[in-house]
């Protein structure tokens, strides 16, 4: 009986992940791709199709891609994905193999999140036996997280959107998935070669080398006491173990183990020599090494464009007094930094929730986000459905999400093409935007450390259970 | 007030016999070096829209000298300090209002394609100067050429303005930068210091001709200074500067109404006279001028419909118009005998040639002023000669988001395509050059350029035979495009669109009228192949005449394409305080809830924590403990103080505040 439920839900997995290929498939033979490709909810500066076409016929006719401000992607993937950008097939829509290369990118993604989600679901379940609190949790309740994650980011309609939108923001999605991946398989290489590839293509992910530690350092504590990449807090298993009787102080590993951060720093070292070294020899003839991270990275972080797109900053940077601009672009992406120590501190024990926290605040705070940030996080909130099942405010932030998601783009069009509205508007439903991600946030966090003090009162209770 | 006076008093002094005593000393001279030459030169053509074009030339030189020093007789000493200061090799600024019509006012003949400018300012300089300084040369000169014109040239000098062409501008030399200002507004404010720059200004000779209203009341005005520099010679030396200054205006002559009333003179071109077009006539020549001629050119097209309507009435049409009593034929009367007649020479081209009847000013003074008039006494149509291919530009797409610039090229001779084109083997090639513009908020994808001959999408490299491409940096450069289109010869339209995205700019940056839309300035569209001149016989005497050896130079043909205007979003102007307001509160908001749920700890966790801090009898945890406590806004317990633990906290209280006022100190050491 049971694994026939287990069989009819791997098949309904996969006929919705065909569906959603499929789907796919359909939308990328609509004609002109229904012009995702120049919404401003799906090209940011960095990630449109149009610009990295440009880079590339920059390129091609012996020109630096970086010169103009047009391209400021990585040089590798004009390597990689700019001769697609011209390969037409007769017949076919324009940019077909692009598109097909965006698809697989997706499935590839959600693929890999479910793997990583089975591993935290396994890693979960180990945790409650190990603090034998299996009965208290029904089973019936907890549904596979893995193949949750992988559905919400398959068939989540940024994702579509991003990917029929011809966008980079898949392969960069997929860099920084790969990397969880390879830290909670403790794949240290893997993990290495994705957060490189992810900080290089889009800067931010590089806060995400502290979960990737601290999942390394509790991979190894996993080693020796038998819990998962994600849980609650090592005390708990102390109490536990103090109140079992166990000296379990001997068994107890270091809290910071220096191997390993040597064994990932020394991989991503590696790999960043080599990115760094491809990087050079592709423009090698042009500007150099400079003239790239002035125009990627000095290009995001100091918010030349202001086009507008679902973020607060271009409207913000667009309004403010130049003499204010500089403290402001310093006090927004502090912002970011600000938070990585608390949340470290208070999340240690959770690093693949700490990673989704971190993934969540950067697609809010960058600047230029797009929707194919938001099915990024939103993709990795489905591992911890379980966790989170009493999360506050659900259903109002979904509504929230589907309202925004319909009104921005009828705000810009009233602004931007019929001119009967004005920026007000539109900057108003990013503000409603941004505010919906921080309530998610905030929530998330307290949903995430009050399950944790479930957990605690449920381990604490127990033994009084007993004892009455 | 001295100033002013001088040219009165010039005139008063210069008599006839001074002016003889001048010009021997000036012969004198010569064996030495030259002397500083001044011309002046009007020449008037009828259009065939019934209107008139009238084309000023004013030309100076002042020869290369070592004995002049800074001291010029003739030449405005203005220009030569700009020359020298700026080592400028060759310049043209100029200052045009309203639109050359190429299509009724003709677009092959030298007038058009080098005096037909672009709406607004246009300047362009080349430099003798290595690369790297010609930027600050030319923002300099461009802050002097706005003093001196009363223009805003100086908005020339941002770099996002100017641009470099390499090959496709037809003076293109190197060291070369192009500036346009389209919108700047051409008044008489530009006009009369150009005027100041001529030695008889606007009181005597073809200058007095200039009366202001009649000239902005006209369709088309375009005052040029070109000057050209005879290179820097590495001795004191001074150069040698010929500082070519024109004026073009199309001016319609007033309708007469007894003409009006009869329905059958409807057809007839209006009669005009000087008079009658700029209300004044001239009064003699400027005494200080070598020479002060009036030209009327007949168009080549014009002389033959007059030919073919003699052919119906008599019979030796070409002996008519140029005979001795031509100026009274049955077509058209002129009021005044001309004193010479040139025919030009037939060339390969055409089998027409056109009629140039000059007329002497010399001749004339203040009892017996010259007054030009030509009466039309039939019907005469026809038409100009027309550059190979019609340029237009426009816009396509709607909204504020993306568009795309289209730039078509219309064949003008369906039948004769052939001509003057290149012949590359096999296969005939027009060669056509496309120079332009954009500034950076139209942000141009060059990848997105399509070409359509006859209106069959091709590939690009088949059309396209060289391409230059400097794309625009955001707020640093304009980017620029230039192209050498190879179509075939008998191309009837080719087009040529490129997709842009509008930019979104700061507040600060937009004008302030935001929502009229920002102009995209005109592209020049050259043919290299074709050379706009007039070759006339007897050549001897027009060299010494600036304008005719002007005419018989070879010139490209080249035509300006209309100024666009791009409408671009405008954000919400009133809004600075409240978007920064809003925003930051968001931010507020995230920052401050997101760390109040990390600090929010429930009642067991903080017994532990008390149960901790009572274990433990260190003072710096009880500190800890009491902070955390005071943070939670509850009254700590104090368990059991330790006598002297207020005055630590004071003393410690004591060093963190020297400690932050050293900070400040250092800090504010460090800013200044």
Redesign the interface.
Known sequence: MEKLKKKIRSFSFWNWVIASIIFRLILIYFPKNLNLC?R?EVSTPLTSF?RL??G???KQ?S?SPY????YHGSPLLLSLLGPL??KRIEGQPNHLLYSLVSVIADVVSAMLIRATGQNLQVAYFGTLKSLDLVKQIELSEVHSSGDVAALIYLCNPFTIVACVGLSTSPIENMAVILCLYGACSRLVPLAAFGWVIATHLSLYPAILIIPVHLSFVLAICDLLLGYGPDAPPRKLFLQRHQQKGLSSQSKLPPGFSWGSIIHFAFWALLWSVYVLVLCGISLKQFGGLWEMFKSTYGFILTV?????NVG?L?????????FFRNFFLI??HV?IL??IL??AI?LHHRPCYLAFVYVAICS??KSYPSVGDSALYLGLLGWFVNELSDMQFSLFLFCGYVGVSLLSPVMHNL???R?TG???FY?ATA?VY??LQ?VL??EG??AM?NHD?KL??LI?DKPRDAKS | MAFLRRPLLLLLLVTHQFLQLWIASGSVNEEGQKQEEFYEELLLKPLPDRKVLTHFHFQSSAPPSTSNGRHHHLFPKAISQLVQKFRVKEMELSFTQGRWNYESWGGFDSIPSSNAKPPGVELWAVFDVPQHLIDALWKNLTHTLSGLFCASINFLESSTSYSAPEWSFPPALGNLRYGTLPREAVCTENLTPWMKLLPCRDKAGISMLLDRPSIYRGFYHSQRLHLTSTGFSSEGMDLGIILEQTLTVVLQPNIQRASLARTSEKHIQPSWSLSSIFGKEVNGKCVLAETSNVYLLLDRSLVAELKQLHKENEKSAEIVLTSENFWTNSNFELSAKPDRIFIEESSLLSKNSSILYKFEIEKYSEFKPFDLGLTWKIPVGWMCQQAPLHASRFLMGSGNERGAIAISLISTQPSEGSMGANFDGERCELRVDVFQVVPWYVKVYFHSLQVFVDQQPKAVSDIIGTIHVSPSKDKVSPGVMELALKLPCNVSSAALTIEFDKGFLHIDEYPPDANQGFDIPSAIVSFPNFHASMVFLENDYLNKSPLLSKFQEKSPVMSYTEVLLVPLTTPDFSMPYNVITITCTVFALYFGSLLNALRRRVAEEERFLKEKAAKKTGRIPLLLSKLSAKLRGRRPEPPHPPPGSSSLVNSKLVLKVVLVAGLAVCWQYYIS
């Open positions: 120049s401003p149009r076409a440009e590339y016929w920059l006719s020109m010169a103009g401000s047009m950008t011209v030349e464009d202001l086009s507008p607060v271009w409207y913000f940077f667009a309004e403010v007094f130049e006090v927004f912002n600000f938070m608390p949340l208070r809010m705070l602004w931007i093409w001119g004005n920026a007000n900057f503000m941004a505010c921080i946030v905030v966090v307290s450390l003090r605690r009162s604490l």
